[in-house]
C-alpha cells in the first residue's frame, strides 16, 4: 500500500505564491510516477503537473506553465509544486497521486493514478 499526503494550502491573494507538498510512504518502491491534480467546485478534476517517480520527465498543463514549478526530493519521498503569480482561476482543492506500476511518460489522466491524498484547498482571491 502507498500513502500521499497533501499539504500546504492556503489563501493568497491574486499574483501570490504558495508551495504545496506531497509526503509519500509506505511501499513506495512500487511508484512509477507522481501527479497533481486539482479541481474547482462544479468543475471535473484536472492535471496540473507530474512526474515520473525518478524526478524525471516533469510534464505540466498549459494553464500552468511558467507559473508552477514541480520538483521532488528523492530522499525525502516528497513532491513540491510551486505556485507563483497565482490568480482566482486557481482556486481548487488541490490532489496529490501515486501511479503504481509500470510508467515510461507522466500520466495526465486521473484514473491511471492509484493512490490519492485527502486534497489540500487552495483559494486565490482577487
Known amino acids: 500500500q502507498v500513502y500521499v499526503v497533501e499539504s500546504g494550502g492556503g489563501l493568497v491573494q491574486a499574483g501570490g505564491s504558495l508551495r504545496l507538498s506531497c509526503a509519500a510512504s509506505?511501499?513506495?518502491?512500487?511508484?512509477?510516477?507522481m501527479g497533481w491534480f486539482r479541481q474547482a467546485p462544479g468543475k471535473e478534476r484536472e492535471f496540473v503537473a507530474g512526474?515520473?517517480?525518478?524526478?524525471?520527465?516533469?510534464d505540466y498543463a498549459d494553464s500552468i506553465k511558467g507559473r508552477f514549478t514541480a520538483s521532488k526530493n528523492n530522499a525525502a519521498n516528497t513532491m513540491y509544486l510551486q505556485m507563483s503569480s497565482l490568480k482566482p482561476e486557481d482556486t481548487a482543492v488541490y490532489y496529490c497521486?501515486?501511479?503504481?506500476?509500470?510508467?515510461?511518460?507522466?500520466?495526465?489522466?486521473?484514473?491511471?493514478?492509484?493512490?490519492w491524498g485527502q486534497g489540500t484547498q487552495v483559494t486565490v482571491s482577487s
Open positions: 497521486a501515486a501511479r503504481l506500476g509500470r510508467a515510461w511518460s507522466v500520466p495526465q489522466l486521473a484514473s491511471s493514478y492509484d493512490s
Open positions: 509506505g511501499r513506495t518502491f512500487s511508484i512509477s510516477a
Open positions: 512526474s515520473l517517480w525518478s524526478g524525471r520527465n516533469v
